[in-house]
């Protein structure tokens, strides 16, 4: 340890400086930019993340799919349904049902302002771009801003996919 630094000015009778307004207060808090949340509706949403984006052949990536309720209602009986992609296989005990390839799970509820976290675990069995989508199909709820089951090329916020490429 070598002697500390001395940050003071030498000229230390210098005049002090004064605000001008010397009456100052705090601002007030940054207001959100979204609008209040509807009391009566729930607006779920969908992210999707991957374990990774450049498997190898036979690799399994698990998925991540988490939905969201930012409204101001909870919503109950919260239906996913994730289309099982060509040439991969479902692996795991993750809690999906499949039907005709499609694959779903359903949120019994989902409070105000929580996220639920579902697992998808694929095993690739073709090399090149995979996409896996997912979307809302059900919900007790209204939305304000999106539909259930209305597809996943009009882009709402409960429609979500995701590309990776097979090594
Ligand atoms: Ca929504
Ligand atoms: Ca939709």
Known sequence: MGIPPDFRTE????ALFISPNP???PLPDPLS?????????????????ASTLTPRMNEVVSYTITVTNSGGRPAQAVRIVN?????TILVGETGWSAENSVLSQTIPSLPVGASAQLIL??????????INRAQISASS?????STPNN???????DQVWLKVRVR
Do not use: C, Y
């Not at 000229?11 to 210098?14: L, Q």
């Not at 709820?141 to 801003?145: A, G, I, K, N, T």
């Open 11 to 14: 000229a230390a009778g210098d």
């Open 23 to 25: 009456i100052q207060t």
């Open 33 to 49: 930019n979204q609008p209040a949340a509807a009391p009566d509706k729930a607006d779920l949403s969908l992210r999707m993340s």
């Open 83 to 87: 289309p099982l992609p060509d040439k």
């Open 121 to 130: 675990q694929l095993q690739m069995n073709q090399q090149g771009p995979l």
């Open 141 to 145: 709820v209204s939305d304000p801003d």
């Open 151 to 157: 597809g996943f090329e009009n882009g709402e916020d």
